[in-house]
């Protein structure tokens, strides 16, 4: 498919023949719902709720081949929404038993439900409807088969999502508790997650406990859990500052179990975070034109996991402009006669897609003489806002990212500059 907006919608209309069977599937976590028409529109046999297993699934191919008979049409072509993962095993069933499956976008199943009875109802017949008539318009996308390797990233990146969740809920609650118990402990160390804070906290977590210590106790304490323990100096103005906090001293015992509990959550999130983070890099490896990328300053290994896990390979797409619309960087207008709007970008993608473009981009700023020197020329000489420069700037990284992946050549940074070179 062509990259271009309007040559690529006229070919996905054109796909749908006389003798395709159009199905649009409203997914659901128990009960999907189907309905059918031809390729003009016109609804064919009644609606099918089947269940999401094997039976239901059997029912949905059943009425499928009825319905072809029955009509004399020889194709098929199924759309459904990707509703979270419910979708998932559907269209993997279909797709094994050799059916066309396509998806549209949940955002515009909403803005063409009143097409056919111009009202704001909602049903899972009526969206079901929908999807068939958004598939028989064009409005689809293919489901992109993707290698082992990057459904494996895209498995650890969501992984990695949820652990770095949890890891920064702890850190919160552990501040939470600092302020509540010692408030104290931050005149001392800044930082209240780093190693002797926590060692302070494992081992005398009240001002109460650390008041009755001598300075050579806590040393003492922290050569057990630290190499290079704090020192002397913040161990006297530890203990100064236990005698005079202003901390909570009610339900003492339970905050102490309370904290327990998020040290032992935090040091969980923390030993998963490294494991992740190390099949990342190894399913990295496994991937051939990942290494060149990685060369490229600026460019860590998180950011490009997430970019291929969320987009898979990027050799497939023919252009960077094809993988800035799947992100849904791609511009929209919006004018009227002699009005023009501001353009924005449409966000019609992945979110998560564009998180990390976005973070890659911003790294290549920050660290990238190539990157720094487009920057400064957006913003300096061409007089862009930065945002502006640095949204520009992901289409850049977008184009780098693609031309690498489907010639199989390393980064040249001088290939980068050439509008730059030559003003």
Not at 7 to 28: C, P, S, Y
Not at 45 to 61: A, I, M
Not at 218 to 239: C, D, F, V
Request: with cysteine.
């Amino acid at each position: 498919m062509k990259f271009k907006s309007q040559a690529r919608q006229n070919q996905l209309i054109e796909k749908i023949t006389a003798q395709h069977l159009v199905v649009g599937i409203d997914i659901a976590q128990q009960t999907h719902v189907a309905r059918a028409v031809n390729f003009r529109g016109i609804i064919i046999g009644d609606y099918l709720s089947f269940s999401n297993d094997e039976e239901g699934f059997h029912s949905l191919l059943l009425w499928i081949e009825k319905l072809q008979t029955t009509h004399r049409l020889s194709a098929a072509i199924i759309g459904m929404e990707p509703t979270g993962h419910y979708w998932l095993n559907v269209s993997r069933w279909l797709t094994e038993r050799h059916f066309e499956v396509v998806l549209v976008n949940p955002h515009l199943v909403k803005k063409n439900k009143e097409n056919r009875d111009n009202t704001p109802s909602k049903s899972d017949r009526k969206d079901a409807l929908v999807i068939a008539d958004m598939v028989k318009n064009g409005y689809y996308s293919f489901t992109r088969t993707t290698p082992e390797a990057f459904e494996d990233l895209r498995v650890l990146l969501s992984n990695l999502d949820f652990v770095v969740k949890r890891l920064v809920s702890a850190k919160n609650q552990i501040h939470r508790w600092v302020d509540v118990v010692f408030p104290e402990l931050r005149h001392v160390f800044k930082d209240i997650t780093c190693i002797g804070s926590l060692a302070t906290l494992r081992l005398f977590p009240t001002p109460a406990e650390i008041s009755k210590l001598q300075p050579q106790n806590l040393i003492q304490g922290w050569k057990t859990i630290m190499k290079r323990h704090s020192g002397a100096k913040k161990a006297k103005a530890l203990i100064e500052l236990a005698s005079h906090s202003v901390g909570s001293q009610s339900a003492i015992q339970y905050y102490k179990l309370h904290l327990k509990q998020l040290l032992a959550e935090y040091d969980l999130a923390c030993g998963q975070l490294v494991v992740v983070e190390k099949e990342i890099s190894s399913v990295l490896e496994r991937i051939p034109f990942a290494k060149s990328i990685l060369a490229i300053k600026g460019i860590s290994i998180i950011s490009l996991a997430g970019i291929l896990g969320e987009a898979g390979d990027l050799s497939g797409f023919v252009h960077g402009n094809a993988l800035l619309r799947h992100a849904g960087l791609n511009l929209a207008e919006a004018s009227s006669g002699k009005w023009t709007g501001q353009m924005k970008i449409s966000k019609r993608g992945r979110s998560r897609l564009r998180r990390f473009l976005f973070m890659a981009t911003m790294s290549l700023v920050m660290n990238n003489s190539e990157f720094q020197a487009m920057h400064k020329h957006n913003v300096q000489v061409k007089k862009m806002k930065k945002m502006r420069s640095i949204m520009k700037l992901c289409g850049k990284l977008a184009r780098i990212l693609v031309g690498m992946a489907r010639s199989g050549l390393a980064y040249i940074p001088h290939k980068t500059l050439p509008l730059l070179q030559a003003a």
